[in-house]
């Protein structure tokens, strides 16, 4: 039996890259997130002004990325975007977190009818991709930040309902569980105590990941007219405004937004994917 | 015979699923906001226009008398009419689904052939440059806004180089192809129409790459895992302990066991390949399913939302039956 | 020199960002053709390490000093093409945990076949032999198995066919018989002895018990911290061995005949640099400040050992005196009536019959064994008595009251008077807990207010001689000892009727064992507590129990007194479990009648679950008509009781079977 403070030293070792990874995930959001906040220091205009004198003026001048067929100034807009895209994106994951760990917990622990009664209504949910419910989900809904947070946690909760369920599960199992039960614990102390500290490690692994994607599920509403719509700023939006541009070779409307989008993923990707192997890493050591 | 009695049971635990389904699509539809009879009247239409066009799509009856209806349309295959373009949903689907199959499999095709290579590959390399370099671009392809994506292909390979089509259509109408399936290559291919054929893969070619590059990123990872995880398996270091060929190495002992969890992979892929078509199909004009649904949706179109929803479930449901079907004839451990 | 593998002055440093790891340390070792050589130690001391270098397949960041030779070619130096035939060919290795080694989704025919055709152009004829060669019956049906079809004995009989058909010189197995039970250990060491005296083959068995191989080998080297500290004829070392550690070692393990484990303090050092002194030094009696100086090399000639001090003489201890054994007349703590637990039955029929009728009592100051095979109920036993299982028959009453028949709060008091100790100790504490939290969580639920609390779990960690600063440490920075004692401490602070130890100790290292059972000891000489300890190995349970529950297959076949039970067994099955135990003279004869012939029970079969009739009755060799059709109710024989209507003609039966086979 490998002493502890040994373990955690080879897990140190060779985990340079997750290090890296995880690093440079957070070193991105942070600069996504600062910008964000300081949006109207570093921006000339504010999202939703309109320069007449300039509509689909290209970069440089007064306006370092151009504007839009409105006349609005593409920085500008892609600065507080990032404000209204980081926030929906990690409200909706929290509530997500919060509502499926919940149900999860309640099915994987108690059993029976409940559990039955749950899974099933998180099997029908999951016979959809979860983009195409999003999309359902907000045609229903209707638009609004508050409506678009809600929509997409509600499409992530059973994803999380089922993992946290499963991870319960195992964990009932454990020695650890019985011998709080046998040490005459009660099942409410039992659940708080031992079993939801334990089975909340994938969650926290995932919910990063699940941010990016949340990020990405926005934008495409939006692009398709179901999140925010002009004159809002957000970065989907922002493409879709763009978009008809493209194929007269005006790149300046809808690839800043994208790139700003895809960036922003990036950094909670690269975080989820570290902190993923981080985690494999200290399974199998 | 034990294969069978598994794909009937899934099948009956499916049952439900779909009823549940289609119970909920049904009454969400009409609960929540929003009129289809005012967006296709307009805003001049009086109440009495209003009132003789609900008449006319059945919907000033009760909602459960509508339901009834309904449920007795599915069994017989009648999805009712399109309140938009008053043509049976049912033949309309039909012209739409081959567009985004052809879309979709294509696409979904290439990145499970590339997902596997360089998965493995990547993972026989653990932790060096190569595959440090696969698993970020992996992470790039998995951060990567589809619809964006396919608005820089179409900037650089229409505007810019003018090596593809411009993205209005599925084929060149010049060419004369004669429908059979929808999915234009196939199409092409059964009536032996040569430039058909070519136009068509011209017009597919910047769609499918936008959707092979966002499915591959999660497969791909999905794929290194696996092999990674059977190279440091115990049985794996005991066949090269053993001396074996490196052929039988990687035949027998790493892509068997790496592979066998790969159809579920790919059904889940499937799903997101669907999803993503919807704004794909956007970008490229592609008149495909995921558009009609889309317009459905946007303008309540009652028996289209419904169609489309229960299609889509249907479909998904299947493909992850056929993946565990699959699945269990791969890995002898699963039992059915 | 015929030297088929030759290590000479071994040196394995493992470099990690952060710390090294000296994993092997001027190892010399020799094996010849057809000798079968056994490498002890305790884990963490580099005994795989030494097969992976055989194979030249060490982990990343190794560097290595000295040389593996085979056949006079030095492994560590061969190239690609030339490794390809070392192993496999060369050397094969059995693993560990063949289950795992074996590829889950290749048949183990293919497998076998894949290593005949790379290495001895040979085909599926070949394989079938070979299969049958070690031991598989229905050779030609098992080629198509896969793996996960294989019973864990079955498993490791293929991973010995994987091995021998490489056709290697050298056969290394790497503890091939741990969690097999008696009787197939047995087996598959036999198979061992058969590959080299039949086929020439050297072999390197590498395990954690020095008694359990002995047997089977011709000489032994025991490994410590990295370093050989002795090596020579197996018989030699395991009688009279010279080097303090293994004396220790051998003296952790307890006997069947009654010997005790005697435990030495501390733990193996993890060394992050190749040892300057003996290594052994910090927890040696007779370390003196030479040993501490400087390191002794390995010296003598056939029979060699690296230490200053050698000692001489017999290792084992005569047995003490048995301790005066009074009856126990404390109030009852535990009392089981005629229990059945059924498991998994849902719709009536199947289910699994975990125990079937057995009725038990614990009274206060009393410590009861039990012990059988895995499979025979005795976690369930376990379970039932801490009211974790419910029973489907029959009654279970601690402190008097029925569990099952209380709710609430008044249930969870009522479960705070009785304690389990775990098999897993680092597993049977929360991970995101503190060992504080951990040992308080009784107190907390009879509702302790916080300081007393924290007091009372001071005591208790003083009782099992822990460091105050362990209360703050989460159970993954604990040793396996340390959390077990943790466990003992958290069973311990409520003051409970009855402690339930299962198997508390076949998750650690032998020598951190012997401290355990130490400790265990201890508290079971307590008058308020009664105790109950399970065990798969008798001898652990002789050390200080007063009565032996043997079950088999969910029933009590035997009991009574420990003396009794040991000393003259009743029951074929206690027989049989009492003459395959291994034991120190490197027989496997037990108990005080070494010259009774033993009694050998057929192999596991896996239909062996009667409903009607013995159980065991599948495998006696005593079995009549009778036994398969009457079931055998537990009857008085002397001081002890035995569910067998043969027991008295069994004797004979037996003196009739030597003479037979003679």
């Known amino acids: ?285 | 015979m034990r294969l069978l009695r598994f794909v009937a049971r899934r099948l009956l635990q499916v049952v439900p699923v779909l009823l549940g389904v289609v119970v909920l699509t049904f009454v969400l539809v009409r609960v929540l906001p929003g009129d289809p009879i005012r967006t296709i009247l307009g805003p001049n239409a009086t109440e009495a226009d209003a009132a003789a066009a609900r008449a006319r799509f059945g919907l000033d009856k009760p909602m459960w008398q509508q339901f009834l209806d309904y449920l007795k349309g599915l069994v017989t295959g009648d999805f009712g009419t399109s309140i938009q373009s008053g043509a049976p949903v049912g033949s309309e689907l039909a012209l739409r689904v081959g567009p985004t199959l052809e879309l979709v499999v294509l696409a979904v095709g290439l990145a499970l052939v590339v997902a596997v290579v360089l998965g493995v590959w990547s993972a026989r390399r653990a932790d060096r440059f190569g595959d440090h370099s696969v698993r970020i671009l992996a992470l790039v392809g998995n951060s990567m806004p589809e619809f964006w994506l396919g608005l820089v292909l179409i900037l650089v390979g229409y505007s810019a180089l003018g090596w593809f089509p411009a993205p209005s259509g599925r084929v060149d109408p010049d060419t004369d192809l004669t429908p059979l399936t929808g999915a234009d290559l196939v199409d092409a291919i059964l009536t032996a129409n040569g430039p058909a054929f070519t136009s068509a893969l011209s017009h597919l070619a910047l769609p499918v790459a936008t959707l092979a590059i966002v499915v591959v990123a999660p497969l791909l990872r999905s794929v290194r895992a696996s092999a990674l995880e059977v190279l440091r398996s115990e049985a794996y270091l005991a066949a090269t302990t053993h001396g074996l060929r490196p052929r039988t190495l990687l035949r027998g002992y790493l892509l068997r066991p790496a592979l066998v969890r790969l159809p579920a992979l790919a059904a889940l892929v499937f799903g997101t390949a669907i999803g993503s078509t919807v704004l794909i199909e956007y970008v490229y004009s592609w008149q495909g399913f995921g558009q009609w649904a889309l317009r459905g949706l946007l303008y309540r179109d009652y028996p289209v939302v419904q169609a489309s929803v229960l299609l889509i479930a249907l479909g998904y449901v299947l493909v992850f039956l056929i993946a565990d079907v699959v699945h269990a004839v791969l890995d002898p451990r699963v039992r059915i | 020199m015929s030297d088929l593998l030759s290590i000479e002055d071994l040196s394995v440093l493992i470099r990690r960002p952060g710390r090294d790891v000296a994993a092997l340390s001027g190892v010399d070792l020799r094996v010849d053709a057809g000798e079968v050589v056994g490498l002890v130690g305790e884990s963490g001391g580099g005994k795989s390490m030494v097969a992976r270098a055989i194979v030249a397949l060490l982990p990343g960041g190794a560097e290595t000093g000295g040389a593996v030779r085979f056949e006079g070619a030095d492994v560590l130096a061969m190239d690609e093409a030339a490794l390809a035939t070392h192993r496999g060919h060369g050397a094969a290795l059995c693993f560990q945990n063949p289950r795992g080694a074996l590829s889950p989704t290749r048949t183990v025919g293919r497998q076998l076949t894949d290593r005949l055709t790379t290495h001895q152009k040979l085909d599926r004829e070949a394989a079938r032999q070979l299969f049958e060669a070690v031991g598989i019956r229905n050779p030609a049906r098992r080629l198509d198995a896969y793996p996960h079809e294989l019973s864990g004995g079955m498993a490791q009989r293929v991973m010995i066919s994987l091995a021998t058909g490489c056709a290697p010189g050298l056969l290394v197995a790497d503890e091939p018989t741990t969690g097999l039970d008696v009787t197939l250990t047995r087996e598959i060491l036999r198979q061992f002895r058969h590959a080299a005296d039949t086929d020439g083959r050297g072999v390197l068995l590498i395990s954690h018990d020095l008694a359990s191989i002995a047997s089977v080998c011709d000489r032994v080297a025991v490994l410590y911290a990295g370093t050989v500290v002795e090596s020579g004829p197996a018989a030699k070392v395991l009688r009279e061995p010279a080097h303090p550690y293994t004396r220790a070692l051998l003296a952790s393990v307890p006997d069947v005949s009654g010997r005790p484990a005697r435990a030495i303090g501390g733990a193996m050092p993890l060394l992050s640099s190749p040892p300057a002194a003996c290594p052994f030094a910090p927890r040696c009696a007779h370390a003196t400040g030479e040993c501490t100086a400087s390191r002794p090399a390995l010296a003598g000639d056939g029979w060699q050992y690296a230490c200053f001090h050698p000692r001489s003489g017999p290792a084992a201890a005569a047995p003490p005196p048995a301790a005066e054994k009074r009856p126990a007349t404390g109030r009852v703590v535990m009392e089981i009536d005629d229990a059945h637990v059924v498991y998994g039955s849902r719709f009536g029929s199947g289910g699994h019959h975990a125990l079937r009728g057995v009725s038990l009592q614990v009274r206060a100051g009393e410590t009861v064994g039990v012990v059988g095979e895995s499979g025979c109920g005795k976690s369930t036993l376990a379970r039932l008595m801490l009211g974790l299982a419910a029973p489907s028959s029959g009654t279970v009453r601690l402190a008097g009251t029925d569990p099952h028949a209380q709710r609430g709060r008044k249930l969870r008091r009522l479960r705070t008077k009785a304690r389990l100790v775990f098999q897993d100790p680092v597993g049977s504490l929360s991970p995101r807990r503190t060992v504080a939290d951990a040992i308080g969580e009784p107190l907390r639920a009879l509702g302790v207010p916080a300081a007393e609390r924290a007091e009372r779990v001071a005591e208790v960690l003083a009782r099992m001689h822990l460091d105050p600063t362990m209360l703050r440490r989460r159970p993954h920075e604990l040793s396996g000892g340390q959390a077990q004692r943790v466990g003992i401490a958290r069973a311990l602070v409520g003051d409970p009727d009855l402690i339930v130890f299962d198997e508390p100790t076949s998750a650690l290292d032998v020598t951190v064992q012997a401290q355990i059972l130490d400790v265990i000891a201890e508290l079971a000489g307590d008058a308020s507590r009664g105790s109950v300890f399970i065990s798969h190995d008798l001898a652990t349970v002789r050390g200080f129990c007063d009565r032996v529950v043997v079950l088999y297959l969910g029933r009590i076949v035997e009991q009574g007194p420990v003396e009794e039970v040991f000393g003259n067994p009743r029951h074929p099955y206690t027989r049989a479990l009492l003459s395959s135990a291994p034991s120190l003279d490197g027989g496997t004869a037990g108990g005080p009648q070494r010259a009774e012939p033993r009694v050998e029970l057929a192999k596991d079969l896996d239909e062996a679950d009667a409903a009607t009739g013995c159980p065991l009755a599948a495998r006696c060799p005593f079995v009549t008509d009778e036994c398969r059709a009457q079931a055998q109710p537990l009857v008085a024989y002397g001081a002890s009781e035995a569910a067998c209507w043969r027991v008295p003609q069994i004797p004979a039966l037996i003196r009739e079977g030597a003479q037979t086979r003679a």
Do not use: K
């Open chain 1, 1 to 285: 039996m490998a002493n502890g403070r040994t373990r955690a030293v080879s897990r140190r070792a060779g985990g340079g890259f997750s290090r890296a990874l995880i690093v440079t995930g957070a070193a991105i959001l942070a600069v996504v997130a600062l910008a964000a906040l300081a949006a109207p220091l570093i921006s000339g205009w504010g999202p939703e002004e309109i320069d007449a004198n300039a509509t689909l003026a290209g970069p440089g001048g007064a306006h370092p990325l151009g504007t839009d067929t409105n006349g609005m100034d593409i920085w500008s807009r892609l600065l507080y975007a990032a404000r209204l895209d980081l926030g929906v994106a990690v409200a909706a994951v929290a509530l997500a977190v919060v509502a499926g760990t919940a149900l999860g917990l309640l099915a994987g622990y108690l059993g029976g009818w409940v559990d039955d009664v749950l899974m099933r209504i998180v099997d029908i949910f999951q016979a959809f991709p979860t983009f195409i419910l999003a999309l359902a989900v907000a045609a229903l809904l209707g638009n609004g930040t508050v409506n678009l947070v809600i929509t997409i946690a509600a499409v992530n909760a059973p994803a999380y309902a089922r993992l946290v369920r499963a991870e319960v599960r195992s964990i009932r199992e454990l020695p650890f569980v019985d011998a709080s039960i046998t040490s005459g614990a009660s099942t409410l102390g039992v659940l708080w105590r031992h079993v939801l500290p334990n089975s909340l490690t994938p969650v926290r692994v995932i919910a990063p990941l699940n941010c990016g994607w949340a990020m990405l599920t926005l934008a495409g509403l939006s692009f398709l007219g179901l999140g925010v719509t002009v004159p809002g700023a957000e970065w989907g939006a922002m493409i879709s405004l763009g978009s008809p541009d493209v194929v007269a070779g005006r790149w300046w409307t809808s690839v800043p937004p994208g790139l700003a989008l895809l960036v922003c993923v990036l950094g909670f990707s690269l975080l989820g994917e570290g902190l993923q192997e981080r985690a494999d890493r200290r399974r199998t050591s």
